[in-house]
């Protein structure tokens, strides 16, 4: 018996070795296998870090053969387990990532086995899928227990109940839209603006709620809005919607007291600056009337919320970003397929899609200097620099083109590689020679 389990701890001193590749693999199973938990960025941050929490405490419990009694589930699980309670995905697709990740784990480990004797293999293959179907199955348990407390307690709130009758109403399909209006307390005939919003950096849930509540505050009062609604999709994220002034079917107008607005909108849409000193980020839709606009300024918030993850999460600087959804709406829509975006940058770019602080800045020079249709003063002034600094910027990154000035004969395609690289930075850049 010594001797098994001297076997089976070298076992999970390989798969430890080899930790990066099989959490990578099992993140990329889940995504693709269960389509409920492919969300957006932030809630993919936290299944990845649920999944490697659970796979060093799966190796800890092989190689340390600690008593299952004492098996505690990992912090990062048990959060992650009620960020899905409160944004109402079925407990069943949680159970399922955990019963994917022990076949997985056990394909990885079995293939680390071949230069075992096998009089010794049978046996420490037997003892593998017992010890991790007991880990499974206490830490299923875990969070599972996790998970309907939560899901008790966020339904029984009156945060859980709007995020209710939000859900219906973002669903698509029928629901009694009186009703709703009265239980939310919102005129959902409205001209609606909606927003995500969510922290540049670890706060409380408390001052969450204080931050988004000044936000609320800030937007009714800059937009005049009849109303506003804010319901927390989880505890690290809030939608708000606002009522704008005027009758239903109205254009929406920008306020003049806004303190922000998108170069080329030509929409109409209200734009929103940031309030001073505001730890949030904010991503914002266009102004849609009824129900439909309630739905679609929505949707395209999350796609700029979508960007934003990417962008941060390729290493941008934190500090707040307020963006509205005509400053990044091409880029929105092909956000989705990152790779795709990828091959399009750096086929279109050539050499000044390096991922290089010098191509960085030669890349912002060329994008601002074509928006301001090509006007080396316009530009100049637009990034308070010297006119003679814009021009050879401008003449560096034309040279770093496949095909030089030939590539802006017709700079559409550069003009939207340089926007895709703009709004989601080094995950669509060159990633080697």
């Known amino acids: 018996m010594e001797a098994q389990r001297a076997l089976v701890r070298q076992v999970g001193d390989r798969v430890r070795e080899s930790q990066e590749a099989l959490v990578e693999g099992l993140v990329q199973d889940i995504r693709a296998q269960i389509g409920a938990l492919d969300q957006e960025a932030a809630a993919r941050s936290l299944l990845e870090a649920s999944i490697t929490e659970n796979v060093v405490a799966a190796i800890n419990f092989l190689r340390q053969g600690i008593e299952p009694d004492q098996l505690e589930a990992p912090t990062a699980a048990l959060a992650y387990a009620r960020v899905l309670a409160q944004r109402d995905v079925p407990q069943s697709a949680l ?14 480990t ?3 086995l071949d230069d075992l004797p096998a009089a010794d293999r049978v046996p420490v293959c037997v003892e593998l899928v ?30 859980g109940v ?9 669903g698509g399909g029928p629901v009694d839209r009186a009703a709703a209006a009265r239980a939310l307390r919102y005129p959902l005939d409205a001209v609606h603006l909606a927003c995500t919003l969510w922290p540049a950096a670890r706060m409380t849930s408390f001052d969450l709620v204080a931050a988004v509540d000044d936000v609320r505050a800030h937007a009714v009062s800059a937009l005049g809005a009849r109303a506003a609604l804010v319901v927390p999709t989880d505890e690290y994220e809030a939608r708000l919607w606002l009522a704008l002034p005027g009758p239903p079917n109205a254009p929406a107008s920008p306020s003049s007291s806004t303190s922000a607005t998108a170069s080329g909108s030509g929409s ?20 849609g009337a009824g ?13 700029v919320r979508e960007i934003l993850g990417t962008r941060l999460g390729s290493g941008a600087a934190a500090a707040p970003l307020w963006v509205h959804y005509d400053q990044a709406a091409p880029v929105a829509l092909m956000a989705g397929d990152l790779p795709a975006v990828r091959d399009f ?24 200097f074509l928006d301001r249709h090509r006007g080396h ?10 006119r003679n600094s814009v021009q050879y910027r401008v003449h560096r990154a034309t040279a770093l083109l496949p095909h030089g000035e030939r590539d802006l004969a017709d700079d559409f395609n550069v003009r939207a590689a340089l926007l895709a690289v703009h709004w989601l930075g080094d995950a669509v850049l060159a990633t080697g020679p």
């Open 162 to 170: 709007r995020q209710r009758w939000v859900t219906d109403l973002l």
């Open 95 to 108: 159970i399922r990532a955990y019963r994917i990740g022990h076949q997985r784990f056990l394909d990885h």
């Open 268 to 287: 109409g849409s209200a734009y929103l600056g940031a309030p001073e000193g505001s730890p949030l980020h904010a991503a914002f839709g266009r102004p």
């Open 345 to 368: 940058v750096t086929s279109t770019l050539g050499a000044l899609a390096a991922a290089g602080a010098r191509e960085a800045v030669l890349r912002d020079t060329l994008r601002v």
């Open 130 to 159: 017992r010890l991790s179907g007991q880990f499974i199955d206490l830490i299923c348990e875990q969070v599972g227990r996790t998970y309907e407390r939560e899901r008790d307690r966020w339904v029984a709130s009156r945060s």
């Open 377 to 386: 003063a316009a530009t100049a002034r637009a990034m308070s620099l010297h």
């Open 110 to 112: 079995f293939a680390l």
């Open 291 to 303: 129900l439909g606009g309630f739905r679609t300024s929505a949707r395209q918030a999350a796609r």
